[in-house]
């Protein structure tokens, strides 16, 4: 059989994978802190028909003959580029303005945070107990004003609060102003590392590093700007371009595939 044959159905295959990811950056287009994703492709092996030769003193060298049976998929890349900020006024709308994640968790135990999550998308919510919690009712995690790892609680009976752009949730109730606690940031060495967990979240990998809290504006993280939310990072001019040119792509090799047959068909003609 024709080695072109197996390269066009090998990056067909391929083409499909990237329409995917194409297809899942346009239906988030419009999904708070989405990061998109991008495919990249590498050769596949090639076989040696000939190998190098080096030149004598009669002759000259002589390059290496391979002929390459196709392409594979090298990586499919998590882009984490900063979405435009949209101002919403709302005081539990939250974006974070340069690198680090929001953290969530089920809760804290032993000093140290319950199931851990990473989030870009800052829109947060009170539950009965005055908890701050995203939409699937996870807690946002920070610090107490003892410096301890803990849910960020603002009390019932608050009047107003406000959060600064260093993470300081503050309160006014009928006694005074008061600080409910400090939100923390994570920063990871590799942030390509982490894993999409759905839900606007992500997961730690060991190729992500381990987690670093920090305050808002410290170690390498970014501010916090309330009122606002970060939208995703994908560019439909973009996304479009390359929808095309992933179309195009299969159509070629599709071509491939159909002029392999018809040579083929040529060859076992011959009997005839």
Same mark, same amino acid.
């Given at each position: 059989?024709?080695?072109?044959?197996?390269?066009?159905?090998?990056?067909?295959?391929?083409?499909?994978?990237?329409?995917?990811?194409?297809?899942?950056?346009?239906?988030?287009?419009?999904?708070?802190?989405?990061?998109?994703?991008?495919?990249?492709?590498?050769?596949?092996?090639?076989?040696?028909?000939?190998?190098?030769?080096?030149?004598?003193?009669?002759?000259?060298?002589?390059?290496?003959?391979?002929?390459?049976?196709?392409?594979?998929?090298?990586?499919?890349?998590?882009?984490?580029?900063?979405?435009?900020?949209?101002?919403?006024?709302?005081?539990?709308?939250?974006?974070?303005? *340069?690198? #680090?994640?929001? @953290?969530? =968790?089920?809760?804290?135990? $032993? !000093?140290?945070?319950?199931?851990?999550?990473? /989030?870009?998308?800052?829109?947060?919510?009170?539950?009965?107990?005055?908890?701050?919690?995203?939409?699937?009712?996870?807690?946002?995690?920070?610090?107490?004003?003892?410096?301890?790892?803990?849910?960020?609680?603002?009390?019932?009976?608050?009047?107003?609060?406000?959060?600064?752009?260093?993470?300081?949730?503050?309160?006014?109730?009928?006694?005074?102003?008061?600080?409910?606690?400090?939100?923390?940031?994570?920063?990871?060495?590799?942030?390509?590392?982490?894993?999409?967990?759905?839900?606007?979240?992500?997961?730690?990998?060991?190729?992500?590093?381990?987690?670093?809290?920090?305050?808002?504006?410290?170690? *390498?993280? #970014?501010?916090? @700007?309330? =009122?606002?939310?970060?939208? $995703? !990072?994908?560019?439909?001019?973009?996304?479009? /371009?390359?929808?095309?040119?992933?179309?195009?792509?299969?159509?070629?090799?599709?071509?491939?595939?159909?002029?392999?047959?018809?040579?083929?068909?040529?060859?076992?003609?011959?009997?005839?």
């Amino acid at each position: 059989m024709l080695r072109s044959m197996y390269s066009g159905i090998g990056a067909m295959r391929n083409f499909q994978t990237k329409l995917d990811v194409i297809g899942n950056n346009i239906a988030n287009v419009n999904t708070y802190g989405f990061k998109k994703g991008r495919t990249i492709f590498k050769d596949l092996v090639s076989q040696q028909i000939a190998g190098a030769s080096g030149p004598t003193a009669n002759r000259g060298g002589v390059n290496p003959k391979q002929v390459g049976l196709g392409s594979q998929l090298a990586a499919i890349d998590t882009v984490h580029t900063q979405g435009s900020l949209q101002t919403t006024g709302r005081p539990l709308d939250l974006a974070i303005s *340069g690198d #680090g994640f929001f @953290v969530l =968790g089920e809760g804290v135990n $032993s !000093n140290a945070i319950v199931n851990p999550v990473y /989030t870009r998308a800052g829109n947060f919510y009170l539950d009965k107990q005055g908890n701050i919690v995203n939409a699937d009712g996870l807690y946002l995690m920070g610090e107490d004003t003892a410096g301890n790892i803990s849910k960020i609680n603002i009390p019932p009976t608050a009047e107003s609060f406000s959060i600064g752009s260093d993470g300081t949730v503050t309160y006014v109730d009928s006694s005074g102003l008061h600080t409910a606690g400090k939100i923390q940031l994570a920063k990871f060495a590799n942030n390509d590392g982490l894993e999409k967990a759905g839900q606007n979240l992500f997961r730690e990998t060991a190729n992500s590093g381990q987690a670093t809290l920090d305050a808002p504006g410290k170690g *390498g993280t #970014g501010t916090i @700007v309330a =009122g606002t939310l970060e939208m $995703s !990072n994908v560019d439909l001019a973009e996304e479009f /371009t390359e929808m095309i040119v992933a179309q195009r792509g299969f159509q070629a090799n599709t071509r491939i595939i159909t002029t392999s047959d018809e040579i083929l068909q040529e060859l076992v003609n011959l009997k005839k």
